[in-house]
């Protein structure tokens, strides 16, 4: 399994910058088609956009075999609610990538028996639950951050003082939201990885959201989601730092 893992590390990079140009074409796409576009540039863009996604598939064939020691390294973790979400995120992310696996294959024309529609279903069905128990390990993280921050700033006696000043019941609620966004705002500026895996996996929910009908948006804002989350992913590749642990 260790070469298909250090294979599947070597091609990453290439992957993600394959994913920012598929759905750049997609978007590109949608505007041509919204502006009135030739029939033949729409085909040419999406022919672009199919072929993208097929050497994608290619180079993912090793990332099941990834996503699996992941989750083993993860269910050693000591937090039980980290060792749950980032486990069983892990594991479905495997099941999502070996489904994507099966469709390549169909694609090629290695196994033309493939119900493509079934196994497409499949994969977005995995990446719709890995990215919910991803935006889950990130609330909980935000949410002990932001307990840790409100922490200091009761002991130095910040933010009270403003809330005390407010008359009503009104102005106290107003002035209570406006003191939790600060809150939230500042935790967030300290926590770069943390906004960024919380905005990828955001624009990443899109997507089988869209494909999987439960909630249909367009091809443009599918597709600017998912460029917008390759960006982000090709940022933690060049800065590592940036990636959130574990």
């Not at 088609?33 to 033949?40: C, E, H, P």
């Amino acid at each position: 399994m260790e070469p298909w893992v250090r294979f599947s590390a070597q091609s990453q990079a290439k992957e993600r910058l394959f994913r920012a140009a598929q759905y750049a074409c997609a978007l590109a796409a949608d505007s041509l088609r919204r502006n009135g576009a030739s029939a033949a540039a729409l085909a040419s863009v999406r022919q672009l956009e199919a072929h993208l996604s097929l050497g994608r598939k290619l180079l993912r064939l090793g990332s099941a075999a990834e996503a699996v020691e992941a989750a083993k390294r993860a269910m050693h973790l000591s937090d039980t609610v980290l060792r749950f979400c980032v486990t069983l995120g892990h594991l479905n992310r495997a099941l999502y990538l070996a489904c994507d696996n099966v469709l390549w294959a169909g694609k090629s024309g290695l196994v033309p028996s493939v119900d493509q529609e079934k196994w497409s279903h499949r994969s977005f069905r995995y990446f719709l639950f890995a990215l919910v128990l991803n935006l889950s390990r990130d609330a909980y993280e935000l949410r002990i951050l932001l307990e840790r921050e409100a922490g200091g700033k009761r002991a130095k006696g910040g933010d009270s003082a403003l809330q005390a000043r407010a008359d009503t019941r009104l102005q106290q609620l107003g002035l209570r939201l406006q003191l939790q966004l600060r809150l939230l705002l500042r935790v967030l500026h300290k926590n770069p990885p943390l906004l960024l895996d919380l905005v990828r996996n955001l624009c990443d929910l899109f997507i089988p959201l869209d494909k999987l009908g439960l909630y249909r948006t367009s091809p443009g804002f599918v597709g600017l989601c998912g460029l917008t989350s390759s960006v982000l992913s090709i940022l933690t590749i060049l800065h590592p730092w940036l990636k959130l642990k574990p």
